[in-house]
């Protein structure tokens, strides 16, 4: 009899145990996900010197979902660890391309604009059809309303070429096609390269960024500004969190409360507590956050379905996203099926599984527009003799 219970109580910290490590690891490769997620799209801004194909509310939703969500994960105590520090590097990674995506659209640019009008007019003429114009000055739209300089003309810059003639717009369009890239940046670079003027657009880059005009450098201040407090913030918060852990510090009693609640799905057994104000607060936040990631979603999509295709954004990005939201809702479950801890994570469990359809959608965006572009280029329209 002592033997069986003792066998099922080993059976059962055992699995439960398992339970955790797989849990516990699906939390940590969330993680790596999560860390790498961003990065392709900074890339693909960075080559393209652009962040167009990303919609800027979309990002800014996020850098509002994130704060929200490390808000909701400092006051939810029964949140695991590794949701709180994923909310930590979300912050930190979102920041870092917002702080890029304004940098390509309303700085770089405005550098190239100020000096293409004062000099060369025609430099950074853009060879894109009719109907990737308009898309693209609706998109401009949306960049705008977050700037009160001039509006761009073009973020992608087209390589500079004085006269444009018929035969480099030839080049230009015929490499889009014959690469089936969605990017305009292969085009742009290939052309770049081969453009004997490069030098001249390398040229007014220097120049121009010594030349930067008032409005350019209030930006970037006010952007330095935002960065340093967003570091200065992140470094408290993590200071906070430091104290909040140690079980000894100004209130015992609350800081055991919290730290055993975080520790909650590790531990195990019957130790829920009592949810108090600061949980209903972290479960209000929880919520808040749910609805402005999902909300985010849809101004990327709206975007995409405005401008007829998916170029400068990476579809990498969105399927480190399903995959870092896919893992993070196991990492909860496999902890428990418990409805008294799914509950308190129930915000979490909606934002995430909700952007992982939406995520999907996305990427079946990607690939619908990839298979009307491959029909669209059947049609071979332009030869290179
Ligand atoms: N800046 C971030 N990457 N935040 C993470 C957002 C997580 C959220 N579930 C989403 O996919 O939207």
Request: hydrophobic share 40%; proline share 5%; glycine share 8%.
């Amino acid at each position: 009899m002592t033997m069986r219970a003792l066998e099922g109580f080993s059976l059962y910290h055992m699995s439960s145990s398992t339970r955790e490590t797989v849990s516990y690891t699906l939390g940590v490769i969330s993680v790596i996900v999560w860390v790498v997620a961003e990065i392709p799209q900074l890339i693909t801004n960075y080559t393209a010197k652009s962040a167009k194909g990303l919609s800027l509310t979309f990002l800014f939703t996020w850098i509002i979902g994130d704060i929200f969500n490390l808000l909701g994960c400092i006051l939810e105590p029964a949140t695991l660890p590794t949701q709180l520090y994923m909310a930590v590097l979300y912050t930190i990674i979102t920041v870092a391309l917002g702080s890029q995506t304004i940098y390509y659209e309303h700085i770089y640019h405005g550098q190239y604009k100020r000096q293409d009008e004062s000099e060369t007019p025609a430099i950074f003429e853009r060879s894109d059809s009719v109907e990737e114009k308009a898309n693209d000055a609706e998109q401009s739209d949306e960049y705008d309303d977050f700037s009160d300089g001039p509006k761009m003309s073009s973020p992608i810059p087209f390589p500079g070429q004085p006269q444009r003639t018929p035969n480099s717009e030839l080049f230009y369009q015929s490499a889009r096609y014959l690469s089936k890239s969605f990017t305009p940046t292969a085009g742009s670079v290939l052309a770049q390269r081969a453009s004997p003027t490069s030098s001249l657009h390398e040229d007014l880059l220097g120049s121009a960024a010594i030349r930067q005009s008032a409005p350019a450098i209030k930006i970037k201040s006010s952007f330095c500004l935002v960065s340093t407090l967003t570091f200065l913030g992140a470094i408290n918060l993590l200071q906070s969190l430091d104290r909040r852990v140690d079980p000894l510090i100004s209130n015992p009693r609350q800081q055991i409360v919290i730290y055993v609640g975080r520790k909650l799905f590790q531990v195990g057994g019957e130790q829920m507590l009592e949810e108090g104000a600061a949980g209903s607060l972290g479960t209000f936040l929880g919520w808040a956050m749910t609805f402005i990631y999902l909300g985010g979603r849809l101004p990327q999509i709206c975007l995409n379905i405005r401008r007829g295709h998916a170029e400068g954004l990476n579809p990498l990005m969105f399927l480190f996203a399903l995959m870092g939201n896919a893992t993070y809702v196991g990492s909860i479950l496999v902890s428990s099926l418990e409805w008294s801890r799914i509950k308190p994570n129930l915000p979490w469990l909606v934002d995430a599984g909700g952007c992982v359809l939406l995520d999907a959608f996305i990427l079946l965006q990607f690939m619908y527009f990839r298979f009307w572009s491959s029909l669209r280029s059947d049609y071979k329209p332009l030869a290179i003799a």
